[in-house]
């Protein structure tokens, strides 16, 4: 493979990808989905030398403390993670929450600390019934992200909704064994 056919290829999923946004931005999220996929077949298996490496946080990614410890990225890495983020965030408006939850899996196997992948897993896991799960990442991402007021918000909601939840639970199971055990004394 030539280099020029690398950055061809990566020009023509850049321009996939914008076009998708445009969808995105439009309402036209199936179209917007099936561009991300067309820009993800352009770039995935390029070898990753023929690709320049990014500095940290040009890819949408978070930047900080953790960075030095990441593998190097490069503009297909960086690429490929922005599209499955979009691709998650359109699963997550269309209530595709397992799609939703790989779309963002995928991002993060290739960033694992992208904030805005990790944030669209937790919401997905919850939607999926994985409250706990959810409250867990986004704990991980809190404290990683501490000026994140979206990941904050998510959370306060979420150990909120989990709190109601359990005294539900609690109240249910008290009517429950109070039932069983209270006779009524004015049959024969």
């Not at 983020?85 to 991002?107: F, P, Q």
Request: net charge positive; aromatic share 6%.
């Amino acid at each position: 493979m030539s280099d020029s056919t690398a950055e061809d290829k990566l020009k023509i999923a850049l321009d996939k990808k914008d076009q998708g946004n445009a969808a995105f931005k439009s309402g036209q999220y199936k179209d917007a989905l099936r561009l991300y996929h067309e820009a993800i077949f352009y770039v995935q298996g390029l070898d990753k030398s023929l690709t320049s490496a990014m500095d940290s946080g040009t890819g949408g990614g978070p930047s900080g403390a953790g960075d030095e410890t990441r593998r190097p990225r490069t503009e297909a890495d960086v690429l490929i993670v922005a599209l499955y983020n979009n691709m998650a965030a359109i699963h997550l408006k269309l209530s595709n929450w397992k799609r939703a939850l790989d779309s963002a899996e995928k991002a993060l196997s290739k960033d694992e600390g992208n904030a805005k992948a990790g944030f669209r897993k937790a919401q997905a896991q919850v939607h999926l019934g994985e409250r706990l799960k959810a409250i867990k990442l986004l704990e991980e991402l809190n404290k990683a992200h501490p000026n994140d007021a979206d990941i904050a918000r998510e959370l306060s909601a979420q150990k909120r909704d989990e709190a109601e939840s359990e005294l539900q639970h609690e109240k249910a199971f008290k009517d429950a064994w109070k039932g069983k055990f209270s006779f009524n004394r004015e049959k024969p």
